[in-house]
């Protein structure tokens, strides 16, 4: 059996924790959970973009949504790739913060984004992080990132040079940008030979219209699933084994000259 992914597509409550919590647990009642291995979030779903009001409304070391995702890891006994939050760091300090918990409810990583994107005015509010987003989850080796991260094809390259077989991409990505969304996914994924799950919202803030299409790449490049714009879950499953057999068969890994290249 393949891993089975389920990408919570949905719509975020602008400012109010609280209700997106509840949202997120809506979901989870209604999910299969018995045929899913790990469930996707997109980014900043507790608060969306709400980013002039984070000193009151960012979680202060992410311990409510820590919890929070924790508890339903082990009631529904999935792993779950909670997107992002805004984190609020003992120095007043926010990061745009994915956190990655497995069917125990163990937090087992977290990663910051590490490109902030001004066109949304993250770089006022928030700072970056510097750490890449390398993990294990259900035994396989992944990669996560934040939306605007896919524009930086040598960060995504730091992480698969480290034999990563998926990368997860959380997303507030808004719809007049969705063909970027589209063709970045399938680049990373063509050129790194490797899964992409991406997970992005739909609805509307004050400033965007986002664009859902959340979506589940092969490493070949080929489409596995793909959601529209409304919110949904969209479901998929991957064989991991596949990476290797595209790696073998083209090996862009061990035919690459980073002496001739400039980064
Ligand atoms: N939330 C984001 O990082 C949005 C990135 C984006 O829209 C882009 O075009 O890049």
Same mark, same amino acid.
């Given at each position: 059996?393949?891993?089975?992914?389920?990408?919570?597509?949905?719509?975020?409550?602008?400012?109010?924790?609280?209700?997106?919590?509840?949202?997120?647990?809506? *979901?989870?009642?209604?999910?299969? $959970? %018995?045929?899913?291995? #790990? &469930?996707?979030?997109?980014?900043?779903?507790?608060?969306? +973009?709400?980013?002039?009001?984070?000193?009151?409304?960012?979680?202060?070391?992410?311990?409510?949504?820590?919890?929070?995702?924790?508890?339903?890891?082990?009631?529904?006994?999935?792993?779950?790739?909670?997107?992002?939050?805004?984190?609020? *760091?003992?120095?007043?300090?926010? $990061? %745009?913060?994915?956190? #990655? &918990?497995?069917?125990?409810?163990?937090?087992?990583?977290? +990663?910051?984004?590490?490109?902030?994107?001004?066109?949304?005015?993250?770089?006022?509010?928030?700072?970056?992080?510097?750490?890449?987003?390398?993990?294990?989850?259900?035994?396989?080796?992944?990669?996560?990132?934040?939306?605007?991260?896919?524009?930086?094809?040598?960060?995504?390259?730091?992480?698969?040079?480290?034999?990563?077989?998926?990368?997860?991409?959380?997303?507030?990505?808004?719809?007049?940008?969705?063909?970027?969304?589209?063709?970045?996914?399938?680049?990373?994924?063509?050129?790194?030979?490797?899964?992409?799950?991406?997970?992005?919202?739909?609805?509307?803030?004050?400033?965007?219209?986002?664009?859902?299409?959340?979506?589940?790449?092969?490493?070949?490049?080929?489409?596995?699933?793909?959601?529209?714009?409304?919110?949904?879950?969209?479901?998929?499953?991957?064989?991991?084994?596949?990476?290797?057999?595209?790696?073998?068969?083209?090996?862009?890994?061990?035919?690459?000259?980073?002496?001739?290249?400039?980064?």
């Amino acid at each position: 059996m393949g891993l089975r992914i389920a990408l919570l597509q949905m719509d975020i409550v602008f400012g109010n924790p609280s209700e997106n919590y509840k949202n997120v647990e809506n *979901h989870f009642e209604t999910l299969p $959970t %018995n045929e899913i291995d #790990i &469930v996707v979030l997109p980014e900043l779903w507790t608060t969306g +973009y709400d980013l002039t009001r984070l000193d009151e409304i960012a979680d202060k070391d992410g311990t409510e949504s820590v919890e929070f995702i924790s508890s339903l890891a082990k009631k529904y006994h999935v792993s779950i790739v909670a997107g992002s939050i805004a984190k609020k *760091h003992s120095d007043a300090t926010v $990061t %745009n913060t994915l956190l #990655i &918990v497995n069917r125990q409810g163990e937090l087992i990583k977290e +990663y910051s984004k590490a490109h902030l994107f001004r066109l949304m005015d993250e770089e006022k509010h928030l700072i970056e992080g510097n750490s890449n987003g390398i993990f294990e989850l259900e035994e396989h080796r992944s990669a996560g990132v934040i939306c605007y991260d896919i524009r930086f094809p040598e960060w995504i390259r730091t992480h698969m040079l480290d034999d990563t077989k998926i990368l997860y991409v959380v997303a507030e990505w808004p719809k007049p940008r969705i063909d970027h969304w589209r063709a970045l996914l399938v680049s990373r994924a063509i050129e790194n030979q490797c899964f992409v799950v991406a997970c992005n919202r739909v609805g509307s803030d004050p400033n965007n219209q986002f664009g859902g299409h959340s979506i589940i790449i092969g490493p070949w490049g080929e489409v596995i699933a793909e959601a529209d714009e409304v919110e949904t879950v969209l479901f998929g499953e991957i064989d991991v084994d596949q990476v290797d057999k595209v790696r073998s068969t083209i090996p862009i890994f061990s035919d690459r000259r980073p002496e001739i290249y400039k980064l």
